[in-house]
């Protein structure tokens, strides 16, 4: 088939890449610190290989669409969620497979920013081979945005909030009694939001109030369980909490400003670690330290008002349950600063998706 101009893409290339993407999201939650990558080989109009990069560790995308391809990959046009690596690691290069392959063009989403595994293009084009990026590149950017914040050498977690809201936004009745707002399809799609994560994180507030677990339960569990944070000036934690009494087996972590405090010994002897920040900045640079690329906030208001006051959210999740909570309910952005919180008209909604009775919706702020 003839092709068009970078940028001028038909119809059928873009199924092809929604494909692809399609794929790439079958990796969810097992192949960080991998990124997810999906890939489609089409010769003559038909697709003769696909192959998703399943778990970390295990062939790449392209490799399990080779594979598939076998002899039909020669002349073909290869389109993949990302710039194929160029870069030895736990698999070969997937830039040398597609040249040994023979394939003539590649149509790549997005560059790869790793410098370790960058350059993928240029190999592939001094082999003669065809590259073009950009198709579905938001969508490719949007799926594997932690992977491409760190890869870019962001030096804290992608972070991503989330917040359950009634219809007039409030998270907690007056009577401050806690319970669901939302119903069970929203919950297992936290979950799944959970499984994405390299950390889940509360504030004390709500470690106190809610007792949470803060585990994956009810969907297909991550490779590596999520570290659970807990953010604790005063190590205040429980040590008969859910976090405290299951620490020795589930990665636990308070942040505090003083990790040698009596308290935070005690918390130590029940297997938290602490580690010590005066601040959020602080805080989310320790957590980068500890590679957590992406941490996921379910947050009070109180941390949800810090975060905004410290403009580090990248990603903003709410799920709003069709309930009212009335006079003297605790708003969700109760804590945010008036500025911040006028400043969220600007953000772009990146999906909209009902669970039920219940409405999901991506925020992003300007320019992220």
């Not at 996921?296 to 109180?302: F, H, I, K, N």
Request: hydrophobic share 45%; net charge positive; with cysteine.
């Amino acid at each position: 088939m003839p092709h068009a101009a970078e940028g001028a893409w038909t119809n059928r290339e873009r199924a092809w890449m929604r494909r692809a993407l399609r794929l790439a999201a079958r990796g969810w939650g097992r192949t960080a610190p991998n990124p997810m990558v999906g890939a489609v080989i089409v010769r003559d109009g038909v697709v003769v290989g696909v192959g998703h990069h399943a778990h970390f560790g295990e062939p790449h995308a392209e490799a399990m669409a080779l594979d598939q391809a076998g002899d039909r990959a020669r002349g073909a046009d290869v389109y993949c969620t990302l710039e194929p690596c160029n870069g030895h690691g736990k698999q070969p290069p997937c830039s040398e497979a597609l040249i040994a392959a023979g394939v003539r063009r590649v149509v790549a989403a997005i560059p790869d920013p790793n410098p370790a595994k960058a350059g993928g293009a240029a190999a592939l084009r001094a082999a003669g081979i065809a590259v073009e990026f950009g198709l579905e590149s938001a969508e490719a950017a949007e799926q594997n945005a932690p992977f491409l914040h760190w890869a870019g050498g962001a030096t804290r977690p992608w972070v991503t909030l989330k917040l359950a809201v009634s219809l007039d936004g409030a998270i907690a009745g007056a009577d401050r009694a806690r319970g669901w707002l939302t119903g069970e399809s929203a919950r297992r799609e936290v979950h799944r939001l959970r499984a994405s994560a390299d950390a889940i994180a509360v504030g004390i507030g709500t470690a106190i109030a809610d007792d949470p677990a803060l585990t994956v339960r009810g969907v297909r569990k991550p490779r590596v369980a999520p570290l659970r944070v807990v953010f604790d000036r005063s190590a205040r934690l429980p040590a008969d909490s859910q976090l405290a009494r299951t620490a020795r087996r589930l990665p636990t972590l308070i942040v505090t400003r003083d990790p040698s405090s009596d308290a935070a010994r005690a918390l130590a002897t029940r297997g938290v670690e602490a580690v010590e920040a005066g601040d959020l900045p602080s805080a989310l640079h320790a957590l980068h330290a500890r590679g957590v690329r992406h941490l996921l906030v379910e947050g009070g208001a109180t941390l949800t008002g810090a975060l905004f006051g410290a403009n580090l959210v990248d990603r903003l999740v709410i799920f709003q349950a069709p309930v009212l909570l009335g006079a003297g309910a605790l708003h969700a952005f109760s804590a945010v600063p008036s500025a911040d919180t006028g400043a969220l008209a600007r953000w772009r909604v990146v999906e909209r998706t009902p669970f039920e009775d219940d409405l999901m919706t991506i925020l992003a702020p300007p320019g992220r």
